[in-house]
């Protein structure tokens, strides 16, 4: 068997951590468990090395993701693990997974960031709003592309230092509290009525449930998901 046992029984325990596994993706009643995702993909694989790789480091992706933005909602994942798949040799998937659990861990819950969803790094927001600055450069650079994590990475850097200056967008949080520079709700019945919209409407930049993780940049992402979230009546004070 091209992913063994063990393997396997470690992707199952994660499922329940998912919750309902709730997907964006129109007319989809829920995200693919783990499991499901590693046959999907690699199981035609007869590189036994590669598949325990990819298997693990799935596992450790969604482990960081439920540990660093316990709230998230949606898990279409298929494109991620798509992704992780294609990195190729098994120590280049251990480095991949490894790339994405420390941006889980600078961006999640126990961090000075502190942002609650992993929304908008799995669906391209960040990604699309990157590229449209220097199309010219970027428009062939993944949103799962090593480049794109080392901006993620940079920037990062970059909002703590101003969270230590206590910058008027990113300032300092009190206690429990969630960062949310948006001019809109992201509490999460505000987060699933607006994405699920967004989706219906194909405005999320990328298709994370689709393998072939179909995108584009080209629109104003980022303002045209705050412009619905005001017709919903989702608009909060401050913010952007």
């Known amino acids: 068997c091209a992913t063994p046992a063990e393997a396997r029984d470690e992707l199952a325990q994660l499922t329940p951590l998912l919750g309902a596994r709730a997907s964006v993706a129109p007319g989809r009643p829920s995200a693919p468990a783990p499991v499901a995702l590693v046959e999907q993909i690699?199981?035609?694989?007869?590189?036994a090395e590669r598949a325990q790789a990819f298997a693990r480091g799935l596992g450790e992706v969604i482990r960081a993701i439920v540990d660093n933005f316990p709230d998230n909602i949606f898990w279409d994942l298929d494109y991620l693990a798509c992704c992780l798949w294609q990195a190729g040799s098994a120590p280049a998937i251990g480095d991949f997974a490894g790339r994405v659990v420390s941006l889980c861990v600078g961006f999640g819950n126990k961090s000075k960031l502190r942002f609650r969803y992993a929304h908008d790094f799995l669906y391209g927001y960040d990604w699309a709003r990157w590229v449209t600055r220097k199309p010219d450069e970027r428009a062939g650079v993944g949103p799962f592309d090593l480049a794109f994590f080392d901006y993620l990475d940079g920037r990062q850097k970059a909002l703590v230092e101003l969270v230590a200056s206590n910058d008027r967008k990113y300032s300092q949080l009190n206690g429990r509290e969630y960062r949310n520079p948006f001019s809109f709700i992201r509490e999460p019945r505000e987060e699933s009525?607006?994405?699920?919209?967004?989706?219906?409407?194909?405005?999320?930049?990328l298709k994370a449930w689709r393998l072939d993780g179909e995108r584009r940049w080209d629109l104003p992402f980022t303002d045209l998901r705050a412009k619905l979230a005001e017709r919903l009546g989702l608009s909060r004070g401050g913010g952007r």
């Open 193 to 205: 009525q607006l994405h699920y919209l967004l989706a219906q409407v194909d405005l999320i930049p």
């Open 42 to 47: 690699a199981g035609g694989s007869e590189d």
